[in-house]
Each structure stands twice: as structure tokens, then as C-alpha cells.
């Protein structure tokens, strides 16, 4: 166990870094199927999972979150694996548990959206309560320091998922992120910032935004988020270039062809690392501290975020070094030769 839990490293204003995006990154590695993004992968390749967890740490996470992302009932049962439900968790959570007691780190449970919940319909509010009941019941007995419900689009089903967690979590303290699209309303009608506010004098932790956007489009609902909540708040927005035109990473197109990007031609219009920094930088002076990434992280991105917060992780061994390149390093004479011919300057 960490000897420091959630509570105590946000205390005073400190900061917890988290990284997030398990899903898109083993997906481009070729161990999860894009589409359903269903992790089966901690099942049939715990290693790889293992693997992921101890690469973020090296490369500056505070946080080794279970992978359960879509590992819920719902999900599970449309590929005809519900009886795999626990097993699936249960593993993710063990795993999670081994790679933050090794490395100090924070282990944290996590529930998600459900794709059911309807706010008319209150024989969804069930369904979703009992989802959450059994996966909060799960994560407590697997020894989750703190439980995050994220990627929520509806006040109604955070705010179930916040209840599931202060009623079956044993005292765990709760991490409640939403997701934002095109509306700067969540989907049944409540102002996004109001909505975090609620959710945090209702008893969350930390609240605030994840997935859904990228850095350029989320940063200016976090200043409002920033402007009326009391406590921490959480931005970990996904690594792609969200424009005013296309504020949700799901309506991005490829600049070229502007046809969509989305789920399986993202590449094109993914952040570079200066865009991680400046957005870390904005983050960091807007007062969160409670921050990561999302959808297309990966540790050489969670690296500029954990310089930008003053981190200094194992991977800044690795940090570029561009004086040493042959084309754009120092101006010797053959760097400069070389530059010419690959650059054509001089043609």
C-alpha cells in the first residue's frame, strides 16, 4: 500500500497525476478490438496490461488504475463473456494492486459509463445501481486506495455511481469525472460546472472532466469548473486536436479528406507534445491538481505532463536531447550539410 492515500497527497494543495487511455493505446499495440473496446486483454494477456501499468509509472503516474474500463455487465454481455465478469475485474484489480505495491503508487478501482442509463426510464437507475454496486463491492475487497466513475455524460448516472461508491466503498474516497461533447451541458440538462459542484457537495472527492475532448476545447469549461468548486478538480482530456468547429474528439475529421477520424484513423489529428505541455502548463495555472490524460495516451506524453508538474520520473533519463542530432542538433559543419540535403533549403 502507498504510504500516502488520495486524501493526504491532495491535502494543502497537492497534486496526484493519473494516467488514463489504456483503452486506444493497447488497442494501436494490437491486443484490443476497436469497436467495442471490451479489455479482454486482461484476461488473455494479463503481462500486457502489467506491462502498460509499470511504463506509466516510469514514466511519472501517481496512480495505477485498474483496467475495468468497459469490463462492466453491460458490455460484457454483448460479446457473450458475462460469465467472465468477475474473473475479468478480479484479475484487473490484482494486477493493478501488484504494480502499485511495487512501485508505491496509488491503486485505484474504477467505474465507468454504462450505455443504459435513461433518465425517464427508472428500470435503467436499477440495472446501473446493481453495475456499480458489484464492481465497487469488488474493488474494495481488492484493496483500491480510492474508486473513479468517469466518462459520465449524465449528472443522473454520476451521481448514481458517486452513491454506489459512498454506500459500498467502505469509506474509499471517490473520484467522479464527466465527459463533455459538443454541449457545454451534460446529457439530461445540467450545466456542466453545476454539475460538478453538485456531485462534490454531494461527497466526491475530486470532480471535474475526462475523455470527450482534447486540451484546446476542455481547458475553458475546467476555469469554470475551477471557479465555483471548492475542492480538487480533474482535467484529463484525450491527446487529439478538438477544435471550436469540432469540440469532441468523435466528430474530428482528417484534414485532408474530411472524412472522420473516429474510432480507427485517429493518428491524424493526434496532439503533438508541445500541445501536451501547453496544456499542462494551462492546467497547472489554473489550479488542477488532479490531472492526466485520457484516450491516446501514451508514456511519452505522460512524460511532458509530469515535467510541466515539477516530476521527475525514471523516463526523464530518456527526455530528447536534440543537440545531439545529426540533422537538427548542433551547427557543425556536416549537421548543417545534412540539414541542406534533407530539407532542401538550398534547392
Not at 195 to 216: D, H, I, S, T, Y
Request: aromatic share 8%.
Amino acid at each position: 500500500m502507498s504510504s500516502k492515500g488520495l486524501l493526504e497527497r491532495l491535502a494543502n494543495g497537492g497534486q496526484v497525476l493519473i494516467a488514463e487511455g489504456y483503452v486506444i493505446e493497447l488497442e494501436r499495440r494490437g491486443y484490443l478490438q476497436s469497436g467495442g473496446f471490451i479489455p479482454e486483454v486482461v484476461l488473455e494477456h494479463p503481462e500486457i496490461v502489467r506491462g502498460l501499468h509499470r511504463e506509466f509509472v516510469h514514466a511519472g503516474t501517481d496512480v495505477v488504475e485498474a483496467f475495468t474500463y468497459y469490463g462492466h455487465r453491460e458490455k460484457l454481455r454483448t460479446i457473450g463473456r458475462e460469465d467472465d465478469l468477475e474473473r475479468l475485474n478480479r484479475t484487473a484489480l490484482k494486477i493493478a494492486r501488484e504494480v502499485a505495491d511495487e512501485t508505491g503508487t496509488l491503486m485505484a478501482g474504477g467505474l465507468c459509463n454504462t450505455n443504459i442509463y435513461d433518465k425517464d426510464d427508472v428500470t435503467t437507475h436499477d440495472q446501473v445501481k446493481a453495475m456499480f454496486k458489484e464492481q465497487v463491492e469488488w474493488a474494495v475487497e481488492e484493496g483500491a486506495d480510492y474508486i473513479i466513475a468517469e466518462t459520465l455524460s449524465d449528472y443522473g448516472e454520476a451521481k448514481l455511481a458517486l452513491e454506489a461508491i459512498n454506500q459500498y466503498g467502505k469509506g474509499v474516497p471517490a473520484v467522479i469525472t464527466m465527459s463533455l461533447h459538443v454541449s457545454e451541458k451534460t446529457v439530461d440538462g445540467l450545466p456542466i460546472a453545476e454539475a460538478c459542484r453538485k456531485l462534490e457537495e454531494e461527497g466526491a472527492a475530486v470532480v471535474g472532466l475526462n475523455c470527450g475532448r482534447g486540451p484546446r476545447t476542455m481547458l475553458p469549461t475546467i476555469r469554470e469548473i475551477r471557479k465555483i468548486c471548492k475542492g480538487p478538480i480533474a482535467a484529463l482530456p484525450v491527446t487529439f486536436r478538438t477544435t471550436d468547429k469540432y469540440p469532441s474528439w468523435f466528430a474530428l475529421k482528417d484534414p485532408d479528406t474530411e472524412k472522420d477520424v473516429y474510432p480507427t484513423n485517429l493518428s491524424c489529428v493526434a496532439c503533438s507534445r508541445d500541445d501536451i505541455r501547453q496544456f499542462a502548463e494551462e492546467a497547472k495555472a489554473i489550479g488542477v491538481n488532479y490531472v492526466g490524460l485520457c484516450c491516446g495516451n501514451a508514456p511519452f506524453f505522460f512524460r511532458e505532463l509530469a515535467e510541466v508538474y515539477g516530476r521527475k520520473p525514471d523516463a526523464c533519463k530518456y527526455s530528447p536531447d536534440v543537440s545531439a542530432n545529426v540533422i537538427v542538433g548542433k551547427h557543425t559543419k556536416h549537421s548543417q550539410k545534412m540539414k541542406e540535403i534533407v530539407t532542401a533549403d538550398k534547392i
